[in-house]
């Protein structure tokens, strides 16, 4: 890479293999990988998350794994200062910082000018409250009295998003930002790759990713986690889900495997969807016998 301030940043959906061609690129240039996976932040949770094993990273130096317990809270704004921290940790000593990931939300928040307003613990807590008597979709009518431009852009289902609304409305006294901002960089010196994979590829990949993830011991990983079933976010992730609700015996292990598919294609077709949007991006098929030299021309030429 020309440059030791450049930022490159793969992207793709779930399952399209960004973590084997970030590493091959981190071995061709010396650089570093920032973890943008917020389900692989939490340590211990590796199997669920399909998080590199140490062999997988053939020494190349990761940030932001096993950065949080899985009783600890996530969020984007607390990922984004992280995440911005190691990228200039690494840029300091001259190595070009590679950030990977699949949510087009956790890599905006790192390059893009995004502001994130603070959190009201009691706020937050009477407004969930509010969402466990009423529903989502009453509170989505009171949101939509109080800010009707936010409660068009959450859907009346998203009650944590409904709550994250009206708790920053109160907290702030402004409307709450439910969109993203322009494509706006704060890094000048930056290359986005996509992996493009084809609907049916990528739904068999997933498929056998899960086989897999049951096979080397997903129910094991959840069972070896005590604090997961009571976590607020950790307990949410795709595939930690319906193990806890296997083990609480309200799934069967074909259901919950059956809905850990379906739901990961889904979460997987949002990705895409998502990251299309976004102009920056340089689109390479997943599985090019060349993928790390493409990455590097379009590095040099960005």
Do not use: C
Request: proline fraction near 4%; glycine fraction near 8%; hydrophobic fraction near 40%.
């Amino acid at each position: 890479m020309k440059s030791k301030n450049r930022l490159l940043v793969i992207v793709g959906p779930t399952a399209s293999g960004k973590t084997k061609l970030s590493v091959d690129v981190a071995l061709a240039t010396g650089g570093e990988i920032v973890n943008a996976d917020s389900v692989q932040l939490y340590a211990g949770m590796d199997i669920g998350s399909a998080k590199a094993t140490l062999a997988e990273r053939r020494g190349v130096t990761h940030h932001l794994l096993d950065v949080l317990d899985v009783t600890d809270e996530a969020s984007v704004a607390q990922f984004q200062q992280l995440a911005r921290s190691a990228i200039d940790s690494i840029q300091a000593v001259g190595a070009p910082a590679i950030l990977v990931g699949g949510s087009s939300l956790y890599v905006r928040a790192v390059i893009d000018p995004l502001d994130f307003p603070g959190t009201d613990p009691a706020l937050r807590a009477h407004w969930t409250e509010q969402l466990h008597r009423l529903g989502s979709e009453q509170l989505h009518q009171i949101l939509a009295e109080r800010d009707p431009a936010a409660a068009h852009q959450i859907l009346p289902s998203n009650g944590r998003r409904i709550v994250r609304a009206l708790e920053v409305g109160e907290l702030t006294g402004e409307p709450f930002v439910a969109t993203l901002p322009d494509y706006q960089s704060i890094y000048p010196n930056l290359t986005m790759v996509g992996l493009d994979v084809d609907r049916a590829v990528l739904d068999e990949r997933i498929d056998q990713r899960v086989d897999q993830m049951w096979a080397d011991g997903l129910v094991e990983e959840v069972e070896s986690l005590p604090g997961l079933a009571g976590s607020l976010t950790a307990s949410r992730a795709l595939g930690y889900q319906q193990v806890l609700a296997f083990l609480a015996g309200d799934l069967t292990a074909e259901e919950a495997q059956a809905e850990i598919k379906s739901g990961t294609k889904k979460f997987a077709r949002r990705q895409d969807r998502m990251m299309r949007k976004d102009p920056r991006i340089n689109w390479i098929e997943y599985d090019s016998p060349n993928a790390v030299e493409q990455v590097l021309r379009l590095v040099d030429s960005s």
